[in-house]
């Protein structure tokens, strides 16, 4: 017979399941409920563990780890609002399809709904934004028990990283006492060897399905454009895209965050400039797509959304779980891997498209590439200095753009590179909230030089993260682009209301962000120039630890830049009709 803790024998039978999986990084923050699983993860050798004090940013990093391996970390967290605090970052991994196992601490069913210290209805919580969630009560060792726990913890992580990628939640209800030497049950030995063994009868790992030849008739006569949004798109898909886009003279519309922008494989019909484009009036003259294919997520660019809602295009939605991008709910869906559905394509008798609206597109994207360094150039706006930077990033860095304008000014302005650079972004809810967390864990995950290009908002949101930073001395590179406040509002209608505009909207911090990194023993650099960022990119590059590389730039510059570069874009297409 065996003298053992209940809640110690579920939380092992639970991590030894995982760990058989691959999945071997935990996020935990401190709190006495969870003790069980804190005590068997801290003792587990395969398991990398990150102790982080704030729930929230604890879970951004452990999205951060997952987003930068496509394997999910775990968290663990107490109960009562603590829990709340995961919300965000698990409705992000929702939203983007990042694989996250997320483990709650709770009090007994039986405490719920009496007034119970720090107990509040964990069952469900997450439902709205989760693929899978159980609330588990660790009941007496038993055959019949064991095989249903391992029943449910195997299908959610089945779920979880298989069938219907995203966030998962178990929420276990633990009663005192926790602690490994206080015993609550005597069980035969043949229980933990049975436990074993239905252990490694469950765990039967599945390779993804490819769901292609399930799909029904398919027919189409031409494919007028193709667009690329955020997608994980391996070296065959690009190059049979390349292949497709020549034989029947495609244009490519290709997102900043679709990796193909920054690449050193080369798409001959890719037009990285279409926004530009797409906002000109009069380019449907040009230009008027009839059906459109698109891969991976949504795109950034707004104007891209209306032009193919003006010119009533017919879409096709590609990936590999069936989902939605299309908020006019009019285009048709086919889940399928991308590259089983080019080659698909490839092999099909359709029309070419015409060849020489290509090649006036082309000439547009490549006009378009000239107007910008007489527009950007030797002009200490965000847009030099991104351009700059691009230049400047080691190939195979990883770097994550912050929302709002960051992310947008990527997309619109920054020329391609050939280096091979993975953009990254929290874009499923497209939050401010997290990035510096969400950065670390990546940054923690990559033997690659990381960086974080977001704005002073942003920053001031998640600056807790620099102690994890810190703690967990991760080389994280911030370029903090300081225009002091939520400057994208200034881009909306509501700015011509300047009274209630500059109130409520302007945010301005007025924060000294040297103190805020001296606080936390980070090093910062200040750049007020285009001369000062030149010399700091340097310092940047050769440190081996985190620095913040903060950058002051005048708003109003950057918006008649904007503007005049929106202009000779306009007057290039007058041109090109006329």
């Not at 994550?400 to 953009?423: E, Q």
Request: glycine share 4%.
């Amino acid at each position: 017979m065996l003298k053992i803790n209940r809640n110690i024998f579920w939380s092992n039978l639970f991590i030894d399941f995982l760990t058989s999986y691959g999945i071997k990084s935990a996020c935990i923050s401190p709190g006495y409920r969870s003790t069980p699983l804190t005590y068997v993860v801290s003792t587990n050798k395969l398991i990398r563990s990150f102790p982080i004090i704030d729930e929230r940013s604890s879970a951004f990093f452990a999205l951060g780890l997952s987003k930068s391996s496509n394997s999910p970390a775990f968290l663990i967290s107490t109960s009562g609002t603590a829990v709340a605090e995961l919300y965000p970052a698990i409705i992000e991994a929702y939203q983007s399809r990042i694989p996250l196992i997320v483990c709650t601490a709770d009090r007994p069913a039986r405490l719920r709904n009496t007034g119970s210290n720090q107990t509040i209805n964990q069952k469900g919580i997450f439902d709205n934004h989760i693929n899978f969630s159980a609330d588990i009560s660790l009941l007496e060792i038993n055959k019949t028990n064991i095989k249903k726990f391992l029943s449910i913890i195997s299908k959610g992580i089945q779920i979880c990283i298989l069938n219907n990628m995203g966030p998962v939640h178990f929420n276990f209800q633990f009663d005192k006492p926790f602690e490994p030497d206080a015993y609550t049950d005597i069980i035969p030995l043949s229980a933990v060897g049975y436990s074993l063994k239905i252990l490694n009868n469950v765990i039967e790992k599945e390779s993804k399905s490819h769901l292609f030849n399930k799909l029904p008739k398919f027919n189409v006569d031409k494919i007028d454009l193709i667009t690329i949004g955020a997608g994980n798109f391996q070296n065959d898909f690009i190059k049979t895209l390349n292949r497709f886009s020549l034989k029947y003279n495609v244009p490519i519309f290709a997102d900043i965050t679709s990796g193909l922008r920054n690449n050193n494989l080369k798409l001959e019909n890719l037009i990285s400039n279409y926004d530009s484009l797409l906002k000109a009036p009069g380019i449907e003259k040009i230009f008027k797509p009839k059906n459109v294919l698109h891969f991976g997520r949504n795109i950034t660019s707004s104007a891209m959304e209306d032009f193919l809602v003006k010119n009533k295009s017919k879409r096709i939605i590609v990936n590999e779980f069936g989902d939605r991008f299309d908020s006019t709910k009019k285009g048709r869906i086919i889940k399928s891997q991308p590259l089983d559905f080019i080659e698909f394509l490839s092999a099909k008798n359709i029309k070419e498209y015409s060849t020489n609206t290509l090649s006036t597109l082309l000439e547009l994207n490549s006009e378009v590439e000239k107007i910008k360094p007489k527009v950007f150039s030797n002009r200490f706006t965000e847009i030099e200095v991104f351009n700059y930077l691009t230049k400047i990033f080691p190939d195979d860095s990883s770097v994550l753009l912050g929302n709002s304008l960051p992310i947008r000014d990527f997309d619109f302005y920054v020329s391609n590179s050939n280096k091979k650079l993975k953009i990254l972004s929290n874009r499923g809810a497209s939050g401010i909230d997290g990035l510096i967390s969400t950065a670390a864990g990546i940054c923690k995950n990559s033997k690659k030089p990381t960086y974080l290009i977001l704005g002073d908002l942003s920053f001031y949101y998640d600056i807790n993260a620099l102690l994890t930073i810190k703690k967990f001395d991760t080389p994280l590179k911030i370029i903090l682009i300081n225009n002091n406040g939520g400057r994208i509002f200034e881009y909306l209608p509501i700015s011509k209301y300047k009274n209630i505009f500059d109130k409520f909207f302007i945010t301005p911090t007025n924060l000294n962000f040297r103190k805020i990194a001296e606080a936390f023993s980070i090093q910062h650099l200040l750049c007020n120039s285009l001369k000062e960022l030149t010399r700091n990119i340097n310092l940047l590059k050769k440190s081996k630890s985190s620095v913040i590389l903060e950058v002051k730039v005048n708003n109003f510059l950057t918006n008649s830049v904007k503007k005049q570069f929106s202009q000779e874009v306009n007057k290039l297409i007058t041109k090109k009709m006329s």
